[in-house]
């Protein structure tokens, strides 16, 4: 168990740690964005934005994840689109990842009574306006606790992108099987911290999800 | 408006539906509606269940489409969806059976939200106007509740105050109190009621012939999407025409 102390391993495991962190991050907030996007297109007046929202969802959510890394990492290039490892991972975990958020959102909003967009809508809101002030803060309580579960699984599936030469923490486990160390005790650091990461997101959920439920039955 | 010939003196149309069809697939609810609302009129639209009563009202807002016809809100024909039509809708105030108070705000939030992100009205000077309708129609105790701790009636009244907040030209009423308690009803009518007097100008739907009697210029009885028939309030209940009509009448009559 002491390897993770021997040889600047440390370093080498806590870069990779914060790798998977900065990746799980930047993939959150994008997969948040696209998410919250392809919602609003897919309950939109305008029938293109209801297609294109619904081809995006079923392409990325239907294709394996590794295989949607295969096709950012060798597909761009061939369309002269030249990136670090690590954007082409954000790129593909958030396009995956956003679709999913899509869903939830879109499930969510579809708790929310149609009266309540009718009323928005006669005051003279926008179709954004009424989105955002009116339909989504309500569906944000029964989205939150299946929304926790996908951002949850997005540090999981980052680790995908230790196969595609981002030094993240799958990719350490990699590096140091090649030096030598005896596999049990990598795994077991590894594990450890995807298991750290995780349960901070859900930990955060939770926090999250309380201040919500107390709001709405406070006053 | 310049030359002013005697024909003139009557106001002005705010409402005008010219020819106005509508289908929800093979079902024409809308056929070949014409009518003019004046300025400050009070217009009961009556009729039985399905007749397109609700249907009629919301194109005004165009909350529904039309297939063919004309709409036209103080002159100007309603634009299509986007912003030009979200500004217009501002302009016409709308009620509905079932509140549709926005559930997550409070009841003086309900009041401030379209004056503030609609209108872009001072958050101040909002929520003043915001507490002197609550005021106004009775419910200034409760500003800071949530909707679902009110009752019916006084959620109605605080959706009405939410309309009148966006200080609209029309005010659209769909069966404001078949969802109430009877005893809650009267509070809403007696509001409507003084609205009416100051001059709104109003289309309600609704079976509250006290209410058609006492505040209404004018009963038009719909059934099967055509507008059947059109009087004033007194002459329709006690001498309806069509046989229509005296069905529907006798049967909510001895209801
Ligand atoms: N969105 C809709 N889609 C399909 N049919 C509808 C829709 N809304 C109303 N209808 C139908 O149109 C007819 C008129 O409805 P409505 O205007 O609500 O009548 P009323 O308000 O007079 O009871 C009814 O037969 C109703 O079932
Ligand atoms: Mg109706």
Redesign the interface.
């Known amino acids: 168990m002491g390897i993770l102390f021997e040889h600047g391993n440390f370093t080498l495991f806590r870069d990779g740690f914060l790798r998977t962190l900065e990746l799980s991050a930047v993939s959150a907030v994008l997969a948040l964005l696209l998410g919250i996007l392809l919602a609003a297109f897919r309950v939109s007046?305008v029938p293109a934005l209801r297609v294109f929202g619904t081809v995006w969802v079923n392409i990325f959510r239907n294709t394996p994840l590794t295989l949607l890394f295969i096709a950012v990492n060798f597909g761009l290039p061939q369309l002269d689109v030249h990136l670090s490892p690590f954007v082409f991972a954000a790129i593909a975990l958030s396009a995956y990842t956003g679709s999913f958020v899509c869903e939830v959102l879109r499930s969510g909003i579809n708790t929310v009574?149609l009266?309540?967009a009718?009323?928005?809508?006669?005051?003279?809101?926008?179709f954004g306006?009424t989105l955002t002030?009116?339909v989504l803060?309500?569906a944000a309580r029964s989205v939150l606790s299946p929304l926790s579960s996908v951002f949850i699984a997005l540090p999981r599936n980052s680790a995908i992108a230790g196969a595609f030469s981002v030094p993240e923490l799958y990719n350490v486990q990699q590096t140091l099987s090649d030096r030598g160390y005896a596999i049990f005790a990598i795994f077991f650091w590894v594990a450890l911290a995807y298991l750290v990461i995780s349960a901070a997101v859900g930990l955060l959920f939770r926090v999250i999800e309380n201040r919500v439920n107390r709001l709405?039955v406070a006053? | 408006m310049t030359e002013t010939t005697p024909s003139d003196s009557r106001p002005s149309p705010l409402v005008v539906l010219s020819g106005v069809n509508k289908h929800f697939g093979a079902l024409h609810v809308l056929q070949d509606i014409n009518l003019e609302i004046v300025q400050g009129e009070v217009v009961v639209l009556i009729g039985p269940s399905g007749s397109g009563k609700s249907t009629l009202c919301r194109t005004i807002n165009r909350l529904e489409t039309v297939d063919s016809g004309t709409i036209t809100l103080d002159g100007h024909p309603l634009p299509a969806e986007g912003k030009e039509l979200a500004k217009l809708r501002a302009e016409v105030g709308m009620v509905f059976q079932s509140f549709n108070l926005f559930a997550h705000k409070t009841v003086l939030e309900n009041v401030v939200l379209g004056q503030v992100k609609v209108r872009k009205i001072p958050r101040t000077q909002a929520e003043e106007t915001a507490r002197a309708l609550l005021e106004r129609v009775g419910v200034a105790a409760q500003a800071d509740k949530l909707p679902a701790q009110l009752s019916g009636g006084q959620q109605q009244r605080v959706a009405i105050a939410r309309a009148l907040a966006m200080n609209p030209k029309v005010m659209l009423f769909d069966e404001p109190t078949s969802a109430l308690d009877p005893e809650m009803i009267n509070e809403v009518l007696e509001v409507m009621r003084s609205l009416a007097a100051e001059g709104m100008t109003m289309v309600v739907v609704t079976h509250e012939m006290g209410f058609a009697r006492s505040a209404a210029n004018r009963v038009l009885f719909m059934a099967d999407g055509r507008i059947v028939e059109e009087n004033t309030p007194e002459a329709f209940f006690t001498a309806p025409r069509s046989d229509r009509a005296k069905d529907f009448l006798s049967k909510i009559l001895h209801h």
């Open positions: 007046p009574s009266g309540q009718e009323a928005a809508r006669s005051l003279g809101m926008t306006q002030l009116v803060p309500q709405a006053r």
